[in-house]
């Protein structure tokens, strides 16, 4: 188990758990991210900058603060 | 009056969808309980007269961020007749959840898949038919960026509104985890019978911008070259037609105006002309300014790039507590500060719109270089010249990030920074126009009032007592500043010069003219006047006072109507005014120190 943090560009994982307090969870279920949906990381920003995500068709950016707290499982893909 | 809602996620052209339905009649309404500027349009619908409200975008009605909890306050607090929930087909899977959210209160709903021609481009097959029988709503195709289904969404929504179900509408409360899984699950049933997804998505296009414009080399430069680019538009084709307007103003005073007066006792005559005509006159400098502003900024929000924007700015700002878009709209103050404050309406947390905003004022706008390139030219040399200005957008760019630091805490953002970064769309013109008529009309109800008061007060100020000339040391303002004197002898600014600053209050374009009045000399005159009478240093103290104590009476009261807290405006100003003096104190000083 590893966190969407340890992700390189264009590496996928499938998401474990969202450590997070419950509102925050709340909110990214809203954004589609959901527990067993598969995330791809598009790019990262330079100088330790977001993260360029998808879900499905959805595309967003996440600082590494809240990737951090979500755990993926890589080795499933 | 039957009330209806336009509720959806953020990015689902629910905005455009607002404008076809509304026409061009559409104006900001007041809600009990609720602080922003909704848009609302009467209209009659199954032969009811109707409003219809457009909710800000929400990804949740449950949340805790600032746009979730004024859609909160609008359902707990007004009744809702009938709800048009907005969604982006291609998204369909996630967007329902909102839906269902609103159904288990019992509000009416209908649905409206908007983008659709965009879901079809990407190959995603919508069964609407059936969606309708298994959500038990209407359920209607559009799009609103071409005006389609625009006629079988009031269709629907007129026959539903006609059959008056009486169910009493609940009150928002906390979904609990097994409504979640319910809702989870009834959206995975809905999705596998009615959506047909391709194997593979087929959006190329954004792929291919996104990887040229988001391109860890390319990236920055290309926005900074757009940047540039939209500043320049912005200003170059705003400035002429602020300058023709100028010109068309002083023309109709002098010509028509003045005459009209002349027999009049000459206080009333500058009453009128020097006190509401300079107000009226103020007010509308900004108007060509602001519309440009809004037909641009609508372009790069509705085209996707703003949030690709916050994307490649989002590592450096986040260490100043603030975000991309934030960064954007700091630029654009440097044209002028006021529509750059009305434009973080785009950023939906209410911390970190308050930062931006709070440090936008210290943007060196173009009123201010005015006066800059005047006083550099009277004083300095073409060597030197350049150099102050140039320390001078420094010193800007200086006070905004020191600012932000240290005001990062008290503005402390709480919401995770996420934001959608949705496909690239063509805007359209239709959407663009009304929303910049929205604005420029919101700017003169609101501000109008504001400024007036501010120039007659100020006028009054310059101008009584009665039988002292105007603007001189006899009246109020210059017996303030020999009140203030104390406060302003450190930092090497005279009495005159006070006086001047009190008219900057209202803007900066008139501090030269105020010059003017107060050492009795025009033009070059006033050039040989400042030169023998006040000396570089006190030029350049004059000048960090002026760039950074407070843009003008349009900034403040945009900031009032932006913020709608009073006391975010008396701290904001304050907090210029104590740095204003601060830096002027330790230029002045430390120069005086080492040229003695």
């Known amino acids: 188990m590893t966190t969407l943090l340890e992700l390189s560009e264009g590496q996928s994982g499938i998401i474990q758990k969202l450590d997070m307090d419950r509102l925050l969870i709340h909110r990214l279920h809203a954004m589609g991210l959901k527990r067993g949906k598969k995330i791809t990381v598009l790019r ?18 996440i600082r590494e603060q809240e990737a951090s707290l979500i755990q993926i499982n890589s080795s499933a893909l | ?120 481009k990407m190959g995603i097959s919508i069964n609407a038919a059936l ?79 996104d990887a040229l414009f988001l391109n860890p080399f390319w990236g920055l430069p290309i926005f900074f070259i757009i940047v540039f680019s939209i500043f320049q538009f912005i200003f170059t084709l705003g400035k002429p037609i602020q300058d023709l307007m100028a010109q068309f103003f002083n023309f109709f005073r002098a010509d028509y105006l003045e005459p009209l007066f002349t027999n009049h006792h000459g206080i009333f005559q500058s009453l009128l002309l020097d006190g509401l005509y300079l107000g009226v006159t103020t007010i509308a400098a900004f108007v060509p300014i602001i519309i440009l502003f809004f037909l641009i900024m609508s372009v790069v929000e ?35 500060n006021v529509p750059a404050l009305i434009g973080t309406k785009i950023m939906r947390t209410k911390e970190l719109r308050l930062l931006t905003m ?19 030219t009277a004083l300095f040399n073409a060597k030197y010249g350049p150099l102050v200005l140039f320390c ?24 995770p920074i996420i934001i959608e970064l949705p496909p690239y769309r063509f805007p359209t013109m239709n959407h663009i126009i009304k929303r910049s008529v929205l604005e420029i009309k919101h700017f003169l109800t609101r501000a109008t009032k504001f400024i007036t008061i501010g120039v007659l007060l100020v006028w009054a100020l310059t101008h009584f007592p009665m039988d002292v000339p105007i603007a001189s040391e006899l009246t109020y303002s210059g017996q303030l500043g ?33 010059l003017a009045v107060i050492y009795g000399a025009e033009g ?51 907090w210029a005014l104590l740095m204003a003096w601060v830096f002027s104190f330790i230029f002045y000083q430390t120069s005086l120190y080492f040229s003695s």
């Open chain 1, 44 to 61: 990262k920003a330079p100088l330790k900058g977001p993260f360029h995500i998808m879900i499905d068709t959805t595309e967003l950016m």
């Open chain 2, 1 to 120: 009056m039957k009330r209806i809602a336009l509720l959806g996620m953020p990015n689902t052209g629910k905005s455009t969808l607002f404008n076809r339905l509304s026409g061009s009649s559409a104006r900001i309404g007041n809600w009990p309980g609720i602080t922003v500027d909704l848009h609302v349009v009467k209209t009659i619908l199954a032969g009811h007269m109707a409003e219809l409200i457009d909710l800000p975008g929400i990804y949740d009605l449950q949340g805790l961020s600032e746009d979730e909890k004024i859609v909160q306050t609008f359902i707990n607090h007004n009744k809702i007749d009938l709800a048009i929930v907005v969604l982006c087909s291609a998204q369909i899977e996630r967007q329902l959840s909102l839906l269902l959210q609103l159904q288990k209160l019992n509000i009416p709903c209908v649905l409206a898949l908007n983008m659709h021609d965009e879901a079809k």
């Open chain 2, 131 to 209: 969606l309708e029988k298994k959500l038990k709503i209407p359920v209607v195709k559009t799009s609103a960026k071409f005006g389609e289904g625009m006629t079988e969404l009031l269709k629907a929504s007129s026959q539903l509104m006609s059959q008056n179900v009486a169910t009493p509408i609940k009150k928002i409360s906390p979904l609990n985890s097994s409504d979640q899984i319910s809702h989870q699950k009834t959206i995975q049933t809905l999705i596998q019978l009615t959506v047909k997804y391709p194997t593979k998505l087929n959006d190329k296009n954004t792929k291919k911008l």
């Open chain 2, 302 to 336: 509705d085209s996707g790039y703003f949030s690709r924007a916050a994307f490649l700015m989002d590592a450096l700002m986040e260490k100043i507590g603030l975000d991309g878009r934030g960064f954007v709209m700091m630029l654009m103050g440097f044209g002028c």
């Open chain 2, 358 to 376: 709070f440090v936008i004022p210290f943007s060196l706008c173009s009123a201010r270089l005015q006066v800059f390139l005047f006083i550099i």
């Open chain 2, 392 to 415: 001078l957008y420094l010193l800007s760019f200086f006070t905004i990030f020191i600012s932000a630091l240290i005001f990062k805490n008290q503005f402390k953002n709480k919401e």
């Open chain 2, 482 to 514: 020999k009140w203030l004197s104390p406060i302003f002898q450190p930092i090497g600014i005279n009495e005159q010069l006070v006086i001047a600053l009190i008219f900057g209050f209202i803007a900066k374009e008139i501090v030269i003219g105020a």
């Open chain 2, 524 to 574: 070059t005159a006033l050039i040989h006047h400042l030169y023998s009478n006040v000396t570089q240093i006190q030029a350049i103290s004059f000048m960090i006072f002026t760039l950074i104590y407070t843009p003008c009476l349009s900034t403040i009261a945009t900031l009032k109507n932006e913020s709608k807290n009073l006391s975010f405006v008396i701290y904001s100003v304050s």
